[in-house]
């Protein structure tokens, strides 16, 4: 699995669009850009993913660079409840070297009333 | 419909002793991962279960083993346990024994070796 970068941590007001970079420029054209989130003392929790296109679900947008070497992932209007752990991490379908299919340490972000 | 369900919730063991943990997937589902979280840190990748069978691994050693039941619930199994092998073991159900797609996770056994 390819690597990806996030920064440590983020801060976010309430009610404001949260953006979480992430960069993944060593990624394969058969590679998936995940995001998960944990929040405290929880398991992590699925939230999006894609290959090439942007996507969106009731929770969150991805946006994908056209050369795929980075990712955003978009919460349009985070509350207190969105303070947690996101995770970027990118995975083929099967994985010889399954080591590195491992989450990284993620950005905290902590939205602030 | 209950979600991905874990046992037991904590345990301390000793240095050198065994431990199993186990893990029962969302309804549906048939492929089982398992996962260690270390304090402060990201998981990792421990290894899948699809179909009764190890499909996939990360470096972990061989101390390390798993099995799957033909009910699709999954043990995790840690030998000679060492210090180091103190965190929080995560179990991840999804289908189709492949590591896309999306992984729905338990809340988690946090193993303590003292």
């Known amino acids: 699995d390819a690597k990806t970068t996030q920064p440590p941590s983020m801060d976010c007001a309430e009610g404001r669009a949260a953006n979480l970079p992430c960069n993944h420029s060593?990624?394969?054209?058969?590679?998936?850009v995940y995001w998960y989130r944990q929040i405290h003392s929880q398991g992590p929790q699925y939230i999006i993913h894609?290959?090439?296109n942007n996507e969106t679900n009731e929770m969150a947008s991805l946006i994908i660079t056209e050369d795929r070497k980075s990712s955003t992932l978009i919460l349009p209007h985070a509350t207190l409840r969105d303070t947690a752990v996101y995770y970027c991490?990118?995975?083929?379908?099967?994985?010889?070297?399954?080591?590195?299919?491992?989450f990284g340490d993620g950005t905290t972000l902590t939205v602030k009333p | 419909d209950a979600g991905v369900t874990q046992s037991p919730t904590h345990l301390i063991k000793t240095r050198g002793q065994q431990v199993t943990l186990r893990c029962s997937p969302k309804?549906?589902?048939?492929?089982v991962s398992w996962y260690q979280q270390a304090l402060g840190q990201g998981p990792q990748f421990i290894f899948q279960?699809?179909?009764?069978?190890?499909?996939q691994r990360g470096n972990f050693p061989d101390r390390f083993s798993g099995h799957q039941f033909p009910n699709y619930s999954s043990e995790l199994n840690v030998n000679a346990l060492l210090l180091g092998d103190s965190a929080l073991y995560l179990c991840?159900?999804?289908?189709?024994?492949?590591?896309?797609?999306?992984?729905?996770f338990g809340p988690g056994t946090r193993l303590t070796v003292l």
């Open positions: 991840a159900s999804s289908l189709g024994g492949t590591l896309v797609g999306e992984q729905f």
């Open positions: 060593t990624i394969s054209g058969n590679e998936y």
């Open positions: 894609g290959l090439k």
């Open positions: 991490i990118v995975r083929a379908r099967h994985n010889t070297n399954a080591g590195k299919s491992t």
């Open positions: 309804s549906g589902h048939d492929t």
């Open positions: 279960y699809y179909e009764e069978e190890e499909r």
